[in-house]
């Protein structure tokens, strides 16, 4: 499990630093410099937005901006689909400069296309979304024939020299046998890295019923984990211990500033899942938010949270404060089975506030202003970059 060495070790040595001098830090800069996709997952809680927010865009500066503001040493570029962003090569290149570690998130159907305007570098890496063998994706994505196209891009960047990973969210109905094939379909194919991460509950998305609560991902990491001796039969990029969170033997409260979100609304309040109100500043979002209102059995929207977001900064803290906690996994494995880690009471959480069309109507109201600190894309521009 894990990152490259280098990664790893400059990651490791920020984390160290941090946690001697002090007080809260981001470990990653989630980047979603626009909303528009060419797809339309049921899962998706970005794209159900007007025109008007669909066609916004963060500036190559707001980017650059943002990781010198917020000091993360690694930044995930999302969306929306990044390469329908006309300035996404001089965005990743920008990063790189900074000596960042860039990880370029993308559904892959325009990476051919585009994969002429990047460079492999060591500090780049092709993340490629990719939620299981063809049935299971084309399902999740909701469109026949991206399986294929997303195995078509992977092979074009491993041809080209980059370093490529995937990116597979996993929902309930997941079944575990095919889940641990496509794992070992991904490894022999080559892949430098699996992200996994449990389905976000995003409120706007399409399809409520298949995101998973906290016991069913448990079971469900569990059953898919000792199909692969633990987890060890597969280079998973999340880190041993938050597989092990993961799968239910470790007790953690989220750590929502670790991976903070820039959109075109700003600074995302709490955190890359829950969109309870906007900062304009990194300072402004760590300052002024309540981050004692958030996490789960605080609040009702946090109750089935397991997020990559929320819990990778826990997992690397306790591994600087418990190192030896680490041998196990890697020696072993993830545990699969016996008792689990007790897990947060809910009894005491706040009931869910709905704020979302409060944040649109804002938006909406700064763009035919013409006060929006974001830029507005054309037709024109889409048309051309797909
Ligand atoms: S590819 Fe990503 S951003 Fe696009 S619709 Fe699917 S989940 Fe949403
Ligand atoms: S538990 Fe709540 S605050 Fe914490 S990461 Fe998850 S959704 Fe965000």
Redesign the pocket.
């Known amino acids: 499990m894990g990152l490259p060495f280098i990664q790893a070790a400059k990651i490791g040595a920020y984390v160290m630093k941090k946690h001697i001098t002090g007080g809260k830090y981001p470990l990653v800069l989630m980047l979603e410099p626009l909303f528009r996709c060419n797809l339309a997952c049921a899962g998706c809680g970005k794209i159900d937005y007007p025109d008007e927010i669909l066609n916004q865009r963060l500036s190559y500066q707001q980017c650059m901006d943002a990781i010198d503001e917020c000091g993360a040493p690694a930044v995930s570029i999302a969306g929306g689909e990044p390469l329908l962003h006309r300035d996404m090569a001089k965005i990743v290149q920008g990063y790189i400069e900074r000596d960042k570690f860039v990880i370029l998130c993308t559904n892959a159907l325009l990476l051919s296309k585009k994969i002429d305007q990047y460079t492999p570098h060591e500090n780049f890496t092709w993340s490629i979304h990719l939620d299981g063998d063809k049935t299971m994706h084309d399902s999740s994505v909701c469109l026949d024939g991206t399986y294929e196209k997303a195995i078509a891009a992977i092979k074009l960047c491993k041809d080209r020299g980059f370093r490529t990973q995937i990116n597979c969210t996993l929902f309930d109905g997941s079944d575990p046998e095919r889940t641990a094939a496509f794992f070992d379909e991904m490894m022999a194919m080559g892949v430098d890295g699996i992200t996994v991460s449990p389905g976000y509950a995003y409120e706007r998305a399409p399809d409520q019923q298949h995101f998973l609560n906290r016991e069913r991902t448990k079971t469900m990491f569990r059953e898919i984990l000792s199909r692969g001796r633990g987890g060890r039969n597969w280079n998973f990029t999340n880190s041993g211990l938050f597989m092990d969170f993961l799968a239910g033997n470790q007790t953690y409260e ?3 500033w670790s991976m903070p979100l820039l959109t075109v609304f700003g600074w995302q309040k ?5 969109g309870e109100g906007y900062a304009a500043t990194f300072k402004e979002l760590m300052d002024g938010t309540e981050w004692e209102k ?3 059995g605080k ?1 009702e ?2 109750a089935n ?3 990559h ?3 990778e900064g826990t997992a690397a803290t306790d591994a600087i404060k418990h190192p030896l906690k680490m041998l196990p996994i890697l020696m072993r494995g993830v545990k699969t089975e016996g008792a689990m880690a007790p897990d947060i009471d809910l009894s005491n959480q706040r009931p869910a506030e709905f704020t979302f069309s409060r944040h649109v109507e804002h938006k909406m109201s700064a763009i035919w202003a013409g006060k929006s600190n974001t830029t507005q894309t054309g037709a024109q521009e889409i048309a051309t970059a797909e």
């Open positions: 989220c750590t929502p709490p955190c890359y899942l829950l958030y996490g789960v609040y929207k946090c949270c397991m997020v977001c929320g819990f």
